[in-house]
T-cell receptor
Framework: QQPVQSPQAVILREGEDAVINCSSSKALYSVHWYRQKHGEAPIFLMI?????EQKGHDKISASFNEKKQQSSLYLTASQLSYSGTYFC????????????FGSGTRLLVRP | NAGVTQTPKFQVLKTGQSMTLQCAQD?????MSWYRQDPGMGLRLIHY???????DQGEVPNGYNVSRSTTEDFPLRLLSAAPSQTSVYFC?????????????FGQGTRLTVV
């Protein structure tokens, strides 16, 4: 069962912020975030493990709410290079070794 | 390091033909997997392997076979191609099967079945 991502699409002006959510109905061991540009392979952004930690990478950060089985990706002061499709991937405790991805969130940053 | 290498990059098959998509990694990763990507559906797991000689099914395994005779290689076989298998296929590898290490993706194989 795929995690649910929202929103499906976002359009921003350069410098604006965005939040992308990823939720699961089952207990999660880890949440991965990847970005994919058109015609390219997905590129790793970060991993969050159970424990509710928050990670950051430049102006992109993420949190993992273990109680809600939900993760959020925060894009701050967006840049044109942030455009692409963002995927969350989850590994559940009851389904080991399987990294299952959501359907993606398309992000477009305009000048 | 080349990372994860997939061949071919593009392929057109006729319905009923069989073929093998190749995937090789040179990072000594334990875990390898195959995904297919269709518009609006994200990446769906086909098969995965936690080490040489060990494979298992993912979300959408029907119509595909895999084997893992070496750590480096993880080929995906289409037994009898169908138009529904038209997709972009990605191979990925990770250092560990524990889900706590990043996945490295190959550049993909765009397959069209006519």
């Amino acid at each position: 069962q795929q995690p649910v991502q929202s929103p499906q699409a976002v359009i921003l002006r350069e410098g604006e912020d965005a939040v992308i959510n990823c939720s699961s109905s089952k207990a999660l061991y880890s949440v991965h975030w990847y970005r994919q540009k058109h015609g390219e392979a997905p590129i790793f952004l970060m991993i969050l493990l159970k424990g509710g930690e928050q990670k950051g990478h430049d102006k992109i950060s993420a949190s993992f709410n273990e109680k809600k089985q939900q993760s959020s990706l925060y894009l701050t002061a967006s840049q044109l290079s942030y455009s692409g499709t963002y995927f969350c991937g989850t590994e559940r405790f009851d389904s080991s070794y399987k990294l299952i991805f959501g359907s993606g969130t398309r992000l477009l940053v305009r000048p | 390091n080349a990372g994860v290498t997939q061949t071919p990059k593009f392929q057109v098959l006729k319905t009923g033909q069989s073929m093998t998509l190749q995937c090789a990694q040179d990072m000594n990763h334990e875990y390898m997997s195959w995904y297919r990507q269709d518009p609006g559906m994200g990446l769906r797991l086909i098969h995965y392997s936690v080490g040489a000689g060990i494979t298992d099914q993912g979300e959408v395994p029907n119509g595909y076979n895999v084997s893992r005779s070496t750590t480096e290689d993880f080929p995906l076989r289409l037994l009898s191609a169908a138009p529904s298998q038209t997709s972009v296929y990605f191979c990925a590898s990770s250092y560990s099967w524990e889900g706590n290490t990043e996945a490295f993706f190959g550049q993909g194989t765009r397959l069209t079945v006519v």
